[in-house]
């Protein structure tokens, strides 16, 4: 007699999804991609999916309440807010990625440079971020701004990005050279070395790859802050100027002397910016304790 | 001084029979107000914009007469109790030729200097030539309306004659003008630049200090020449460039006034907050927004396109809106609407850039810059960095160009760069102003004639015809004549559209209660050597 043991069907070995874990562990940060997403597509085809153009005044609708002809009411210009918070978030994407993309990437290399040189290198590149850290960002970003004129390309204002980007850069390399120092003492490194490679080879080819991780989550989370520098130098007067559409700007100027009269000039503005800069620091957040290991334990 | 019902009633006859009929000013509840004068004390009020420098002969904005007023004087000024009448200012007396080609004026005598040296009419005489025929590197803003003097006579030190080559019936006014200080022979003959830097006059007020980006500071000049003025300590005129710091600095009491203007929405809100502790006193003003196109730039020397740029904006249907929201008001030519001479709506309909068809004007914009290849005009707007009303003017055009085509760019910049940017022509388009402190057409048309004769004219144009009719009607006597003349200079100027008056504004001044003897007026640069002013704290 023999028996037959059932056989139980093979398990199939579960493919794994980045994405489909990264949803499953952060819940909340997939929201706020979500979000991001959301302001990336309103920023792209801002054109299409705004109902207005964002410049065009409109003197028999000032100051007009939320309706179905304009969602979010209108400005003392009679303006479609609803339009200009769309192509706001153009001008907010444009200047918060480039501004934290330009300080990460610098802070990121002089972090990296700082921690594979040590020695002398080491201490001047770390009393130069001390001299930067010792400035709250805000108050860095509006000095910068102050003192340059005003540069534009292609309707940047390059002098802005630059502003936000330097207080962005010391906090970056801090951070990185952190990371960096525990790889450099990484055999591979040693072996780079011993075989005659270039210094920017090693610290390009054999550092960076190890120091990503830091590096993305410091760029996503400091997009949320120069979002919100933007908003607070565009409130100051220092940022974009009238009429194009920005945040900021859309708290400041006549908002102040029609806000009681018309609070969703202020209203829907503030709600965008908070939304913007929850949705960033959440996502950093959430990227951070997915893909750092000490996280998972 | 204190102002009777009598002199009230001629102050305001006086303005009605100007055509001041925006000029609300209550001399009767002036009069009944007034308390007996309390001297003493410092008043702060606010300065929306910083001086770029100190020399009321080579500036046209208010940031430097609000500055620099009270340690200055005039030869003559405008009472303004009884506007637009003259009265003396270092001038005892004056006498006119019945011919109009000689004025002579009598000085009051020990009027002293800040620094102590002893005024004579050669001081006047320096004064005068450095405004008529500002020596290189120096720039006198209304040379054009010096034009008619000949020569400057001074038979004894406290005597001036001034003798004319042509007639000019509005010579007096130009000798009350706020801007023509007096400054030292002394000074001039040293480096003729000397008052853009430094200040010496022999106003109420000396000057005590100015920290930049913060405020100006004067002191109680007590060797003022006339006795018992002025009745402050002394002052701080506390730069306010952003609005908002401006309203809660008043609203706060730390300065009592801001006398330029506010928009009408500044004006609830101060009203709103502070009761009957604030004094809201309207007017219309002898002060217009410009579009001004740099002829000197590409593709701005060609007339097709400047005419295009302004036949797309629609006033009419503007300054309804932008009345609301910001102090321009009222559509108007060259001359300031409501006044004697102003064109009347029938006619100005009729000019490039003023019809009532905006569809159709801006169908044959489209048509005019087609014909010039200028489909997909774009360009820079320059503008100063002032909320009200610059602010609002150029997010209006913007919005005009944007509905024929054209792309601009709108850049805003502080008081002096927006002014140095302008002056030395490196600007696109920019929007200019027009600040006049009386509506005689002498002062008001000087600023289209050529830059070779006024430097002020920013769109650096250069047209003899235009230069002609000025001179023209300067010599005309015959008001229907004059007023004919300033209709072809007009017709002249808008068909070449060299620039052109945006709208007209409106003057609203907050002032506390507590804040005593400032008059107003349809000029914000009137009336600011604070000499009979107040505190009745």
Sequence with gaps: MTFVSPSLPAAKPRQPNVYVDFCRQQPLGAVSFVIIVLMMFAGIFSPLVAPYDPLEIDFASLLAAPSADHWCGTDAYGRDICSRLIYGSRTALVIGFTSSFVGSTLGAILGIASAYFGGRIDDWIQRFVDILLAFPLIVLALVVVAAFRKFTVGGVDVNLIVAIAIPILPRVARVVRSAALSVRVMPYVDAARAVGYSHTRIIFRHMAPNVVAPYLIMLTAFIAQAILAEASLSFLGLGVTEPTAAWGLMLSGNAADFYRQAPWMILFPGIAISLAVFAFNLFGDSLRDFLDPRFKV | ?537
């Design chain 2, 1 to 537: 001084m204190k102002i009777t019902r009598r002199t009230a009633l001629q102050g305001t006859a006086g303005a009605l029979a100007l055509g001041l009929g925006g000029f609300n000013f209550d001399f009767t509840r002036a009069a009944a107000q007034a308390p007996a004068v309390k001297r003493g004390g410092n008043l702060n009020f606010a300065i929306s914009a910083e001086a770029p420098h100190y020399d009321p002969h080579a500036s046209d904005t208010y940031a430097t007469l609000h500055f620099a007023a009270p340690f200055y004087s005039t030869l003559l000024r405008f009472n303004l109790s009884k506007f637009p009448a003259l009265e003396g200012d270092l001038a005892q007396s004056w006498t006119v030729a019945p011919d109009l080609m000689s004025y002579t004026f009598k000085l009051h005598p020990n009027v002293k200097f800040a620094d102590g040296s002893t005024l004579t009419s050669a001081d006047v005489k320096a004064t005068y030539d450095r405004l008529g025929n500002p020596p290189q590197g120096v720039v006198s803003t209304r040379k054009a309306t010096f034009a008619d003097i000949g020569s400057i006579e001074t038979p004894d030190p406290l005597t001036v004659v001034f003798k004319m080559k042509a007639v000019n019936a509005a010579m007096l006014e130009h000798f009350a003008s706020p801007w023509n200080v007096i400054y030292t022979a002394k000074d001039l003959a040293e480096n003729p630049a000397l008052p853009r830097t430094k200040i010496n006059g022999t106003g109420p007020f000396v000057f005590v200090e100015h920290v930049k980006g913060s405020h100006v500071a004067g002191k109680k000049n007590d060797n003022y020449f006339k006795k018992g003025f002025p009745y402050l300590d002394g002052f701080k005129g506390i730069f306010t460039l952003q609005a908002a710091a401006m309203l809660n600095a008043v609203q706060g009491g730390q300065v009592l006034g801001e006398f330029r203007g506010v928009s009408p929405a500044e004006r609830d809100r101060l009203v709103q907050t502070m009761g009957d502790k604030i004094r809201i006193e309207e007017s219309s003003w002898t002060l217009n927004l410009l579009v001004c196109f740099n002829v000197d730039k590409k593709p701005f020397d060609d007339v097709r396109v400047r005419k295009a740029l302004l036949m797309a904006i629609d006033r009419w249907g503007g300054s309804q809106g932008l009345a609301k929201i910001s102090t321009l008001r009222s559509v108007g030519g060259v001359v300031r609407p409501g006044s004697p001479y102003a064109t009347p709506e029938a006619e100005l309909v009729k000019l490039p850039g003023f019809s009532k068809d905006i569809k159709k004007s801006r169908e044959e914009a489209r048509k005019l810059l087609k014909e010039a290849g200028q489909e997909n005009l774009s360009f820079v707007l320059w503008n100063r960095n002032l909320a009200m009303p610059y602010t609002p003017a150029g997010i209006f055009l913007v919005d005009q160009w944007r509905q024929i085509g054209v792309t601009v760019e709108h850049k805003q910049s502080d008081t002096g760069p927006y002014l140095a940017t302008m002056n030395a022509g490196n600007h696109d388009v920019a929007i200019d102003f027009s600040n006049l402190f009386m509506d005689d057409t002498s002062l008001g048309l000087a600023k289209y004639l050529s830059v070779t004769r006024s430097p002020e004219n920013r769109s650096r144009s250069k047209d003899e015809a235009l230069d002609k009719l000025y001179d023209d009607h300067m010599r005309e006597r015959d008001p229907e004549k004059r007023k004919a003349i300033i209709r072809t200079f007009e017709k002249r100027l808008f068909e070449q559209a060299y620039q052109q008056p945006l709208l007209w504004w409106h003057r609203i001044v907050p002032t506390h209660k507590t804040l005593m003897g400032w008059k107003m007026s349809p000029s914000h640069n009137l009336g600011q050597q604070l000499e009979d002013v107040w505190i009745n704290a």
